[in-house]
């Protein structure tokens, strides 16, 4: 017998009119039954019981079907939702790799001219080819602010060299590996220069940024910057906004500033951002720095 709403009605009807033929239930009453009333009873009954044995079989194969079916289409949809992350990925890498490959042709062709024909070809031009060099060669560079170089930290301690440094932010923000780093500028008395610290991808500086305020959360870094390694035109124009917002603040404390986007912008301040704000004044200063390299 196979399962379903109708068979289980069915059912119920038949062991209820099994039931109706023999009336009450009670062990005086059956007592007083005719043999044969008892025996019809039993054999109905039987038969009913068997039925409903059977259904069961029936509704307990359709569960099993049912979670097979269930489970084989959790495995399809997980199946198709990593073609479609790896499809992706493919074309966010072909898209990246091609754009390079057009940015390099480009730079080189115009290069090669410019040292062809040199004399015939505008300054303006020259300055255009270094500055989209230059400019994929930053989006590699990660700048941290406010480590301590070696040299001038507790000799009563063990030191951190710049190494353990760079490794240590980068665990923080979620990443594991680098290139190379540098300290930018020359030394001064009293100051520790910023780190640029080579990543291999691009993405990476922006995962790392992004991540930025998971070292406030730390002891030993939470007076650690992260930014992205600017130009020199890019760092003047950051000055000119961090000099706006400051003046911007003093006028108006009770509102919450923030540069996004290139522009200030402002918010109510609340508890959390008053704390932030009394930091904010170093990675400001930190982030207009002009003896990054």
């Known amino acids: 017998m196979e399962f379903s709403l109708v068979a289980l009605h069915r059912m119920d009807a038949d062991l209820a009119a099994v039931l109706k033929t023999i ?88 290069t090669k001219s410019c040292s062809n024909m040199s004399t015939a070809i505008p300054k303006k031009l020259k300055e255009l080819v270094s500055a989209a060099e230059t400019a994929e060669d930053r989006s590699h560079n990660l700048v941290i602010f406010g480590a301590t170089e070696e040299e001038d930290q507790d000799k ?42 080579r990543m291999q991808e691009p993405y990476m500086v922006m995962r790392a940024l992004a991540n930025s305020k998971l070292l406030k959360e730390t002891l030993c870094y939470r007076t650690c910057y992260l930014a992205p390694d600017r130009s020199p035109e890019q760092r003047a124009a950051h000055r000119q906004l961090i000099t706006e917002m400051k003046k911007r603040r003093e006028e108006q404390p009770e509102m919450y500033f923030f540069i996004k986007g290139g522009d200030v912008c402002c918010v109510e301040r609340t508890v959390k951002q008053a704390t932030d704000v009394a930091l904010l004044g170093t990675v400001d200063d930190c982030f207009g720095e002009s003896d990054i390299s």
């Open 156 to 197: 009563e301690h063990t030191p951190v060299t710049d190494d353990m440094c760079v490794s240590k932010i980068l665990d923080i923000v979620g990443l594991r590996c680098f290139v190379k780093h540098h300290r930018a500028g020359p030394k001064k008395a009293g100051q520790s220069r910023p780190l640029i610290v």
């Open 23 to 110: 009336g009450n239930l009670d062990q005086t009453a059956l007592k007083g039954k005719n043999k044969d009333i008892l025996i019809g009873f039993v054999q109905n009954l039987a038969g009913a019981v068997n039925k409903s044995q059977l259904l069961l079989k029936s509704a307990a194969a359709k569960v099993d079907d049912m979670k097979s079916d269930a489970l084989n289409n959790q495995k399809t949809l997980i199946g198709l939702q990593t073609e479609v992350i790896q499809k992706k990925s493919e074309q966010l890498k072909s898209v990246e790799t091609t754009v390079k490959e057009e940015i390099k042709t480009w730079a080189g062709v115009v």
